[in-house]
């Protein structure tokens, strides 16, 4: 079973739309990333959370919403979701600040 | 600010040769680390090999090794051998070791191994 899961894996929704991706992990790491990736413009940070208690904003956060809901999940939310917010949306785990990230399969997210 | 900077959109080399692909940083800091993580087309990202900058010595990973450069904030990645499995996204990151978390990936380089 994969260490780290998202759901869904693809979406498809209307502009206006409330979204939520969910991510899960059973790696046992306090430490949780959503990142979103776009064609040319690699990986972005969105938000990041260094426990239940810690959620910080990254380089993108206008827009979007999280939650982290206990140390095993952590949730994006778009709450009204707008066509520039169609990309690929990564979920990451890692053991502490300096470790690597172990990473979702990504849920691609179009919004018409 | 940090940047990375990828300077190859695209690459491609034949399968069995040797592969070398480009990456700088920019940063203030002594003390970080870098990364290249590779994204085949089923979209899974893996880490191929890290790089801490306070050792000298490069890292290696059986048939992937690094070039890293301090003083020129460069740090290159060399596929040996490469193999049709290789053909992927590869992204370059840097990874601050202050206080302030921040993690910037490069902009990524396709590399595309032919038969």
């Known amino acids: 079973d994969a260490d780290v899961t998202q759901t869904p894996r693809n979406r498809i929704t209307k502009t206006g739309k409330r979204i939520m991706l969910e991510c899960s992990q059973t790696?046992?790491?306090?430490?949780m990333y959503w990142y979103r990736q776009d064609p040319g413009l690699g990986l972005r940070l969105i938000y990041y959370?260094?426990?239940?208690?810690?959620?910080n904003k990254g380089e993108i956060s206008d827009g979007y919403s999280v939650s982290r809901q206990a140390q095993a999940k952590f949730s994006l939310s778009l709450e009204s979701a707008i066509p520039n917010q169609t990309a690929l949306y990564f979920c990451?785990?890692?053991?502490?600040?300096?470790?690597?990230?172990?990473f979702g399969p990504g849920t691609r997210l179009t919004v018409l | 600010a940090q940047t990375v900077t990828q300077s190859q959109p695209e690459m491609s080399v034949q399968e069995a040769e040797t592969v070398t692909l480009s990456c700088t940083y920019d940063?203030?800091?002594?003390?970080?680390?870098l990364f290249w993580y590779k994204q085949p087309p089923s979209r899974q990202m893996i880490l191929v090999i890290r790089?801490?900058?306070?050792?000298?010595q490069n890292a290696t990973e059986n048939r992937f090794s690094v070039n890293f450069q301090k003083a020129a904030k460069s740090f290159s990645l060399k596929i040996s051998d490469s193999q049709l499995g290789d053909t992927a996204m590869y992204f370059c990151?840097?990874?601050?070791?202050?206080?302030?978390?921040?993690?910037?990936f490069g902009k990524g380089t396709l590399l595309t191994v032919n038969p």
């Open positions: 790089q801490e900058a306070y050792k000298q």
């Open positions: 959370s260094f426990d239940v208690k810690d959620i």
């Open positions: 990451a785990t890692s053991e502490s600040r300096d470790d690597e990230q172990f």
């Open positions: 990151a840097h990874h601050s070791g202050g206080s302030n978390y921040k993690l910037t």
């Open positions: 790696k046992g790491h306090d430490r």
């Open positions: 940063t203030s800091e002594n003390n970080y680390y």
